[in-house]
């Protein structure tokens, strides 16, 4: 079956401009997960969503970050006002249930701020 | 102390070598275990969960010591295509949801 996407694969801005990348969790799965990845570096969580409830916004690491999941399907994750710190891989993931089961990642966005 | 600790390596093996990791936790609430394997470049991918019991699945075996709190991947017989970075992943139990991920060790497997 279809696993988790993400678009867009790679993403060049400037900086100050604003960013929206979107993720396509896996049919059926109501947990789903934003990571990030900098060069190198392990995966640094930034937000997580459960179903209908309230999402986990712990990780996010400034107010120009904010992530929305409409239908409880589809998530976009929005950056404004970019910074290059920004650049980074942005990793999706999906799981069945609680976030306890495995997790499954799309391919992510590669963001490049100049 | 981080609450979930990985050798970064690299460890550079020969092909046929047997290699292992070892993950510490510190949380000691922790309920799930993964194994998970990110290629460069790629997502990271599910190698195999860590039962309690150990388990193996062909040359790869996972165990798990909750009393001194690790986990370990034992790889036999390496291959060139086992080169990757092996990411740790712990899942905590209770109100928080958030699986916490190692910063991977790096194995590099060589002629």
């Known amino acids: 079956g279809a696993g988790v996407s993400q678009s867009p694969s790679n993403k060049v801005t400037e900086k100050g401009k604003d960013v929206e990348l979107r993720c396509d969790p896996i049919s059926g799965h109501t947990a789903l997960y934003w990571y990030r990845q900098s060069l190198g570096q392990g995966l640094e969580f930034l937000i997580y969503f459960q179903g209908n409830s309230a999402p986990d916004k712990s990780g996010l690491p400034s107010d120009r970050f904010s992530a929305e999941r409409t239908g409880g399907s589809v998530s976009t994750l929005t950056i404004q006002r970019t910074q290059q710190e920004d650049s980074a891989v942005y990793l999706c993931a999906s799981s069945l249930g609680t976030g306890r089961e495995t997790q499954y990642f799309g391919p992510g966005t590669r963001l490049l701020v100049l | 102390r981080k609450e979930v600790e990985q050798d970064p390596g690299p460890f550079n093996v020969p092909e046929g070598a047997t290699v292992a990791f070892n993950c510490t936790y510190s949380n000691s609430a922790s309920q799930s275990f993964f194994w998970y394997r990110q290629d460069c470049r790629k997502e990271p991918k599910l190698l195999m969960s860590v039962y309690s019991s150990g388990n193996e699945d062909g040359r790869f075996t996972a165990q798990l010591n909750r009393a001194s709190q690790y986990i370990s991947l034992l790889i036999r017989d390496s291959k060139l295509s086992d080169s990757a970075t092996y990411l740790c992943?712990?899942?905590?139990?209770?109100?928080?949801?958030?699986?916490?991920f190692g910063r991977g060790t790096s194995l590099i497997v060589h002629p």
């Open positions: 992943v712990v899942n905590p139990r209770g109100g928080s949801y958030i699986p916490t």
